[in-house]
């Protein structure tokens, strides 16, 4: 083994962790014990890991997360290991308790805001058509077999658009269909569309709101909400729908 | 030992290393909190699937890794590559590693590696898992975590010191 050898093995070890009890990583060590300037260079990387190990602890969590995460899960069921008759007895008031707390308090997670945000930002990480086809008959059939909403109404505007395919998403257990839609030089639009009971407080009449680098035109009508994302500006965006 | 598990617990327990695990994988807050939600969303419905309460922790890692990753539905664009003929193949070591830094030029330069090291390097330095918690945790083989790793960090640390401000001249 020679130097930057042992550089390649201890540059993935851990100080006072179970990385350097690996046979490479002891010969590693053995030459690092015998070169000096392996040596020095081991002393630092040390000291690197340990920095880096520091800072992203010392990464700020926003501090209502954690109430937000317990506003979002609704106590539908706990795991329970070594389950007994008693412990599901007591379970199931406990879990009547919660679901009657869950329900009298407003739960911001079934909002509309916080689908909207969600679906947004899913187009912007990565999305993948689940059909493509410019077919908008082919399209309602396959969304209709997998379960999500295929009789959407499309306004006149959109209508016109070429489509390119859909998805199917999922939103707390409920099917979201995403239809994508060319629009020329605007690129593609994303019309997500979920039965209304799924979100709270669904917007009737248009409503335009930027998501992160995306712009979105909401609304609701016939038991359905609507999200039209796009990347275009937020005058041609509302004159869509 | 209590049979069950207490959700509240669970999530006083991991909520913070799971977002700091999320921000260092998408580099966005935002985002970063809707991992964390949906991962406890999906243990609060599907948690009751898990047998062994041990194995919680690491199913809440591996649940948010595969929110990010978006495993069911685009693998097109992330395929998971065998690194097997890369081992050999690690980038150059720099002299010396980086020492001035904070969090925020960590969290810029891990969010510029590779998808498919970040996540083995995020988990090398956030809660001391082993390599081998970390293959289970990603579902890829142990020698592949090993190489990812060493892959990674040679390429964040030649990145923080390609980031790193080079001290000005002093003036007397």
């Known amino acids: ?241 | 030992m209590r049979g069950d598990l207490n959700l509240e617990e669970l999530v006083g327990q991991h909520y913070a290393a799971l977002y700091r695990f999320a921000v260092s994988l998408c580099g966005n807050e935002s985002e970063a909190c809707d991992l964390v939600q949906e991962t406890f969303y999906l243990f609060s419905t599907k948690g009751h699937q898990l047998n062994d309460r041990s194995k919680a922790k690491s199913w809440l890692f591996t649940t948010l890794y595969r929110l990010f990753t978006g495993a069911r539905r685009r693998l097109i664009r992330f395929p998971q590559h065998e690194l097997t003929e890369v081992e050999m193949d690690l980038p150059e070591i720099p002299p010396q590693p980086p020492s001035h830094f904070d969090w925020n030029m960590v969290l810029q330069c891990l969010g510029r590696l590779d998808e498919n090291f970040r996540a083995p390097v995020a988990l090398f330095y956030l809660d001391d898992y082993s390599y081998k918690e970390i293959a289970e945790i990603l579902h890829v083989p142990l020698g592949t975590v090993k190489s990812r790793i060493a892959r990674g960090i040679g390429s964040l640390q030649q990145m923080m010191l390609d980031r790193a401000p080079v001290p000005s001249p002093r003036t007397s």
């Open chain 1, 1 to 241: 083994m020679n130097n930057a050898e042992a550089k390649k093995i201890l540059i993935a070890c851990r100080p006072g962790t179970d990385d350097l009890r690996s046979p490479e990583a002891e010969a590693a060590l053995e030459l690092a014990r015998r070169d000096p300037e392996l040596r020095q260079w081991w002393h630092r990387q040390q000291v690197f890991q340990s920095d880096v190990k520091r800072s992203l602890g010392a990464v700020p969590v926003p501090h209502d997360l954690r109430d937000r995460i317990l506003a979002g899960t609704k106590v539908v069921k706990l795991p329970l290991w070594g389950r007994t008759a008693v412990l599901s007895a007591a379970a199931a008031v406990i879990l009547l308790l919660g679901v009657v707390a869950v329900w009298q308090r407003p739960s911001a997670e079934t909002s509309f805001e916080t689908f909207r945000s969600r679906v947004a930002r899913a187009v912007l990480r990565q999305y993948r058509m689940d059909i493509t086809t410019n077919d908008m008959g082919q399209i309602r059939q396959f969304l209709a077999a997998h379960h999500a909403p295929a009789d959407y109404v499309l306004p006149q505007n959109l209508e016109r658009l070429p489509a390119m395919g859909a998805g199917v998403l999922s939103w707390r257990d409920r099917r979201v269909s995403m239809v994508c839609l060319d629009s020329g030089p605007q690129g593609t639009v994303f019309l997500f569309v979920v039965d209304v009971s799924s979100v709270k407080n669904a917007p009737r009449r248009r409503e335009f709101a930027p998501v992160s680098e995306l712009n979105t035109v909401s609304w609701s009508e016939g038991g359905k909400a609507y999200v039209l994302a796009g990347s275009g500006g937020k005058a041609w965006l509302e004159g869509l729908p």
